[in-house]
């Protein structure tokens, strides 16, 4: 157990809906990223916040967005859910949020649009 | 920009036997490399972080991995095969790239390990 908590596990939805994802860091871990990983694309980067603000953007569709609270969790909406969104999302904790940090994994999301 | 290739999708070796798989990375600055492991439907797990520190890592599970720069590649292997030790194997990169310091990793896109008895 990394101790990074997401939640709902399994996410069905249909094409043109909007879900919203959520993550919950380690305890003291100050960074939260984001990444989805599909068959065709492989593991994602999507975006990192770091004690609630944003810090660097990947390859995130302008239908997604997320954002970090006061509290450190973070969620991640989907909206305009198209087929090609199906995948696994991903969060992951750091303490400082720099290329040097080990980041920790969640269980993950599964969502599958029909 | 920063990449990784995993060479051969997929790895069958049989029980006791060495595992050998392949990374090679390409960063314009010193990276920060990483191994990490997916069991079916869980997250990833961490299993070596090389920081320059040393070329040679050991990581958890019998696993180690050795930096080489000339090569520009960071192998994973176990000496000995475990049933337990089938699972997806992913090598992924950071760096300062660009002059940012932010922690995107950057991954490969992953070996599948079978182990058979």
């Known amino acids: 157990d990394s101790g990074v908590t997401q939640t709902p596990k399994h996410l069905i939805t249909a094409t043109g809906q909007r879900v919203t994802l959520r993550c919950s860091p380690r305890?003291?871990?100050?960074?939260v990223y984001w990444y989805q990983q599909s068959l065709d694309q492989g593991l994602q980067f999507l975006i990192q916040y770091y004690n609630g603000e944003e810090r660097a953007k990947g390859n995130i569709l302008e239908r997604f967005s997320a954002q970090q609270f006061p509290d450190l969790h973070s969620e991640l909406n989907l909206s305009s859910l198209e087929l090609g969104d199906s995948a696994l999302y991903f969060c992951a904790s750091s303490y400082g949020g720099t290329y040097s940090d080990t980041q920790y994994f969640g269980p993950g999301t599964r969502l599958t649009v029909l | 920009a920063q990449s990784v290739t995993q060479l051969g999708s997929h790895v069958s070796v049989s029980e006791g036997a060495l595992v050998l798989l392949r990374c090679n990375y390409s960063?314009?600055?010193?990276?920060?490399l990483f191994w990490y492991v997916q069991y079916p439907n869980q997250g990833l797990q961490l299993l070596l972080k090389y920081t320059s520190a040393a070329t040679l890592v050991k990581g958890i599970n019998g696993f180690e991995a050795e930096f080489k720069k000339s090569e520009t590649s960071f192998h994973l292997t176990k000496p000995s095969a475990h049933m337990s030790d089938a699972a997806e194997y992913f090598c992924a990169v950071s760096s300062r790239a660009g002059g940012t310091s932010y922690g995107k990793l950057t991954f490969g896109q992953g070996t599948i390990l079978t182990v058979h008895p």
């Open positions: 305890s003291g871990d100050l960074s």
């Open positions: 960063s314009s600055v010193p990276p920060y």
